[in-house]
T-cell receptor, first 115, second 113 residues
């Protein structure tokens, strides 16, 4: 079974631009969660999608948004990029809804650098 | 904040030794999970322990949970160089119909050959 796939692996953008990251979950998994990892703040939860609906959301500004498609693939968008958005963005999938109850299977991440 | 805190922040040991990492959290939980992350990569789930469990084993891993002290420990026995990674505990957080997984800052383990 293929794991969680995130594309692209690396991305360089400049301040003010927007970016879209993609995540393909493990086949059969319907829950997709996104996390931001930085050296200073550690791993922080962004949001969880299940069956195309956002179920949970972390404490991030509205510049961070996401969506999930009918095939469970998910995209995350960050608009008006700031230097502080430089981070490793991780996607995780799970069989069931409920990000806190279930084992999360993580992708390798997208390393975003904002210049 | 319910964020878990791992202790120590960094640990360096020799191959064959045991490694113990601790995690403390602030509010009551339903379950606690441990994950491993190799440098700059995604996380790999190691073990999930529920609040009504006190100890759980998986191969060379032993996890304990003490809900009265709001703490958990991860023991890796007979460590190998391949165990070099960062280890995170994650607790469930729920409030007002919303839930999330809250990660600690991690323990960076180095196993020297």
């Amino acid at each position: 079974k293929a794991g969680v796939t995130q594309t692209p692996r690396y991305l360089i953008k400049t301040r003010g631009q927007q970016v879209t990251l993609s995540c393909s979950p493990i086949s059969g998994h319907r829950s997709v969660s996104w996390y931001q990892q930085t050296p200073g703040q550690g791993l922080q939860f962004l949001f969880e999608y299940f069956s195309e609906t956002q179920r949970n959301k972390g404490n991030f500004p509205g510049r961070f948004s996401g969506r999930q498609f009918s095939n469970s693939r998910s995209e995350m968008n960050v608009s008006t990029l700031e230097l502080g958005d430089s981070a490793l963005y991780l996607c995780a999938s799970s069989s069931w809804a409920g990000v806190a109850k279930n084992i999360q299977y993580f992708g390798a991440g997208t390393r975003l650098s904002v210049l | 904040s319910q964020q878990g805190e791992e202790d120590p922040q960094a640990l360096s040991i020799q191959e064959g030794e045991n490694a113990t990492m601790n995690c403390s959290y602030k509010t009551s939980i339903n379950n606690l999970q441990w994950y491993r992350q190799n440098s700059g990569r995604g996380l790999v789930h190691l073990i999930l322990i529920r609040s009504n469990e006190r100890e759980k084993h998986s191969g060379r891993l032993r996890v304990t949970l003490d809900t009265s002290k709001k703490s958990s420990s991860l023991l890796i026995t007979a460590s190998r160089a391949a165990d070099t990674a960062s280890y995170f505990c994650a607790t469930d957080w729920a409030q007002g119909g919303s839930e999330k997984l809250v990660f600690g800052k991690g323990t960076k383990l180095t196993v020297n050959p």
